[in-house]
């Protein structure tokens, strides 16, 4: 599909891939997205001028190229897509300069940009919706700039714990579907068909369709959708569309059943973000755990944290086996349900907090979405790390599927114009 | 080991092997070998890990480093440090150990194998803790400074043990 | 041998193993890349000598080069400046038609290029077999800066003023 798309050129700002062996991840990562990574071109002349011209004073000098190069891609000087920004995980210096390349750039050009700090342990999965959102950036950046849903659209996301649809009408939604994910097809049969019920629509009245998530290409190929599309880019235009803050800075949190998502966004768009399937401790799963010890459904248990006391209860471990282990040792010890919960929700933040968070960016205002945004003690511990009042927006657990009904409604125009 | 450094031991047992910074430097790399000693820079690293690879078999381009070398780095820089330093010291690293005097210039602005600050500062630094003689000179801006750049290493090289000055010094 | 493969057109990958390439710069204006070839060329030496914007690169068993290396710096010796090069000639990994841009080691080049001039001066003069002037020793070896005691400052104000 994406080999007929016309081929996309990367401008790479970089410091350190070549000499951490992870150069080759970033160029198949690219190829794989039909893209060419390739590095912009100055003279030294202007490399020093430019770098002067930037006024951010750093010492390493594949760090000044990076700066120069960003300036010529501003400037106009050299001719690029997309920029991908990328140097060493742990290096402050290039932390600084990347942060800054990526404003300067997109506060002051049209190309999207993305920036990723690396190990050694980097590798071309890890690096490919990155590519992906960035390539589908460049490539429809005018479906990405829709603010307003039109006609009548159906969204599917396809998360790896569940499946949901959402459909709108007129900048509304107006049915909703979810399910956990069994049978990828099958579930997505059954979320369209609550979504249909509740909005007493036929599919027959649906003007155009997006899929998300993990089972995207499978279900769209089914259904016919128009857009197929990475969450990643998705979910950030769905989190800042229910939360109405479609321009400007914002940070969008999913603590997914999987894998976990911190997008530091601006303008809708995705710049950087962390996706993590770090430990299961640091996903929903552990809450879903922590729901069934307790004896109750995992809907009960926000509200049960939210008069618990987290910090009562000694927690040895994020481990998703030690970490329940504490949890039920407090309540043998005679802790509370209502503390343990609170507890849970405390250490799933902080694992968060420490092991994404601190990658990204983190602007107000901070959207929580996905399921576990439903479980309030969560979202005031991450609040409570964050030192900030955090939004969960309504819908906030269909985000996906709310973002790829929105984004498909530019396809519904096209369609008429086509038809006519 | 390096093919040019094994070759070089051989011939020439009573040159020394000079560590120089920036480890890219035409500059003194010229006036080591011009003078009779071994520049130890960079390229002699990259060109081993170049010929590692086959047509096919680039680990990760351009200079086929792999994140072996990164964690062979761990040799001189903690799992802490970011992996670009410890990627660079693992060509650095042997060289120094190697050495057996330096000739530091400072201020360099160069980039790729000397373009990250942090590995340089390790790099000088063990330079100057490895006990062997260390020559720190400034870039010349003149003709005289060029001529007492010139000079400086050429006493200092004399000064090195085993030193000895190949034809081409002096007067021709 | 070398000289074979090379007339096979293979450029990259572990035909290259076991040689060196030498970056050979030229900062005269009387000495020309074409010229240093040609003396490159009488040895007849098996190594591959590629003419480029800045002198040459020559690549071959190391014996071999150091030869040529050798006779090309009899040419010019105060102009002509030699390093090692990592990648063989030509290599497509860092070949700026494929990277889009130059590889980072041209710009250090760049910078350096700037002052060779500075040191061929001081070269001519050592091959001249000139000694340094104090001033110019203490360019190497600066005085170190002499404190002024408080009375001696003082007496400094009194006799200016």
């Keep these: 599909m994406a080999m007929s798309e016309r081929k996309v050129r990367i401008a790479q700002l970089s410091c350190g891939p070549d000499y951490s062996g992870v150069q080759k991840e970033i160029n198949e990562a690219a190829a794989s997205v039909n893209a060419d990574i390739f590095y912009p071109d100055l003279t030294l002349r202007d490399i020093k001028r430019n770098y002067k011209d930037f006024g951010l004073d750093v010492r390493s000098g594949d760090l000044k190229l990076a700066i120069a190069r960003a300036v010529a891609l501003v400037e106009g000087a050299i001719d690029a897509d997309a920029v991908f920004i990328t140097t060493c995980f742990r290096c402050a210096e290039a932390a600084i300069t990347r942060n800054e390349l990526r404003n300067y750039i997109h506060e002051n050009s049209d190309l999207p940009v993305v920036s990723y700090s690396f190990t050694e342990r980097t590798t071309a999965g890890t690096l490919l919706t990155r590519m992906e959102a960035l390539t589908t950036i460049a490539r429809r950046k005018a479906l990405l700039a829709r603010q307003t849903q039109v006609g009548m659209t159906l969204g599917v996301d396809s998360g790896s714990s569940t499946t949901k649809a959402i459909i709108m009408q007129d900048n509304e939604v107006i049915g909703t ?74 940070t969008v949190i999913d603590i997914g059943g999987m894998d976990n998502k911190a997008i530091s966004v601006l303008d809708g768009i995705p710049g950087t973000f962390t996706m993590g399937g770090i430990c299961a401790g640091a996903s929903g799963r552990f809450l879903e755990m922590t729901a069934k010890r307790l004896g109750v459904d995992i809907t009960e248990l926000g509200p049960l944290a939210m008069k618990g006391m987290g910090d009562s209860v000694p927690m040895n471990s994020y481990c998703i086996v030690f970490g329940t282990q504490s949890l039920v040792n407090a309540l043998a010890q005679g802790h509370s349900k209502e503390d343990v919960a609170a507890a849970a929700c405390h250490s799933v933040a902080e694992q968060v907090f420490e092991q994404q968070l601190q990658e990204v960016d983190i602007k107000d205002p901070v959207i929580m979405v996905g399921g576990s945004s439903l479980i309030q003690g969560l979202v005031r511990a991450m609040g409570d790390l964050l030192q900030t009042e955090i939004v969960v927006p309504p819908y906030s657990q269909y985000i996906g599927a709310v973002g790829a009904a929105l984004l498909s409604s530019g396809y519904v125009e096209q369609k008429k114009e086509s038809k006519k | ?168 010094d002096g007067n021709e | 041998m070398l000289q074979d493969k090379l007339k096979e057109g293979i450029r990259d990958g572990p035909e290259y193993a076991g040689t060196v390439t030498k970056y050979v710069f030229i900062e005269s204006n009387h000495t020309t890349p074409d010229d240093l070839a040609l003396h490159a060329y009488e040895l007849a030496a098996p190594v591959m000598i590629k003419e480029t914007c800045f002198g040459l690169q020559v690549t071959g068993d190391p014996a071999d080069v150091e030869a040529v290396i050798a006779r090309i710096r009899e040419v010019d010796p105060s102009h002509i400046f030699v390093k090692d090069r990592g990648f063989p000639p030509g290599d497509a990994r860092r070949c700026r038609a494929n990277m889009g841009g130059a590889r980072p080691g041209y710009f250090g080049h760049e910078a350096e290029a700037g002052v060779l001039r500075y040191v061929s001066y001081g070269l001519q003069r050592m091959y001249h077999g000139d000694s340094l002037s104090p001033s110019e020793l203490e360019i190497i070896h600066p005085k170190e800066r002499v404190e002024l005691s408080n009375e001696r400052l003082l007496e400094i104000f009194n006799r200016d003023a």
């Design chain 1, 177 to 250: 579907g979810w399910r956990p994910t069994t049978d990828v097809l099958q579930s997505a049969d059954e979320v369209i068909e609550l979504a249909l019920e509740e909005a007493q629509v036929q599919m027959s009245d649906i003007e155009a369709i997006g899929t998300t998530g993990y089972g995207r290409y499978l279900i769209g190929d089914k259904i016919n959708a128009d857009l197929v599309q990475e969450e990643l880019s998705v979910n950030s235009k769905g989190a800042v569309f229910l939360a109405d803050c479609q321009t400007g800075f914002s």
């Design chain 2, 1 to 168: 080991m390096n093919v040019y450094l094994k070759y070089s031991i051989v011939m020439r047992e009573i040159m020394a092997k000079v560590f120089i910074y920036p480890t890219t430097s035409l500059i003194l790399s010229d006036m080591v070998e011009r003078l009779g000693h071994i520049p130890l820079g960079s390229a002699l690293s990259v060109r081993d890990t170049v010929q590692q690879g086959g047509v096919e078999g680039i680990d990760s381009p351009p200079l086929n480093m792999t994140p072996d070398d990164a964690k062979r780095g761990l040799k001189w820089a903690a799992v802490e440090v970011p992996p670009g330093v410890r990627g660079r010291m693992s060509l650095l690293g042997p060289l120094i150990a190697e050495a057996e005097a330096a000739i530091i210039m400072d201020e360099p602005l160069a980039f790729g194998c000397m373009g990250c600050a942090r590995t340089n500062e390790l790099a000088t630094f063990l330079l100057k803790e490895a006990d062997i003689p260390v020559l720190e000179l400034n870039y010349p801006q003149t003709d005289d400074e060029g001529f007492a750049f010139v000079m400086a290493i050429k006493e200092f090289l004399k000064g090195l043990e085993g030193g000895e000055q190949k034809a081409g």
